[in-house]
């Protein structure tokens, strides 16, 4: 089972959402240090290591490092358009 890192992004984007998507973010999230390269995960191309998976309307942004067994979440949002890879291109530069 994979260390699980970077929660505090997560359950900071849960509290304004409705309990029922949060809890199927949270348990998307969760799920991933059992199986950190589900079937329906997809590598972000131009970003190594990086992968996303959705849940519901919402991506899930994750690194996973196979040699440490870390998979750390980077960021949750909205999946309809192109601003969850402005994010993450601001964060990792």
Partial sequence: MAK???LEAVL???KGLQPKIAAQIAKKTLSLN???LPND???LKGYPGY???DSGEYRIVYRFNPEEDLVE???VDKRNDDEVYKKLARLLT
């Fill in 41 to 43: 995960s997809k590598p």
């Fill in 34 to 36: 059992v199986n950190p």
């Fill in 4 to 6: 699980l890192d970077g």
């Fill in 12 to 14: 900071d984007f849960l």
């Fill in 73 to 75: 979440v980077i960021l």
């Fill in 51 to 53: 992968y996303r998976v």
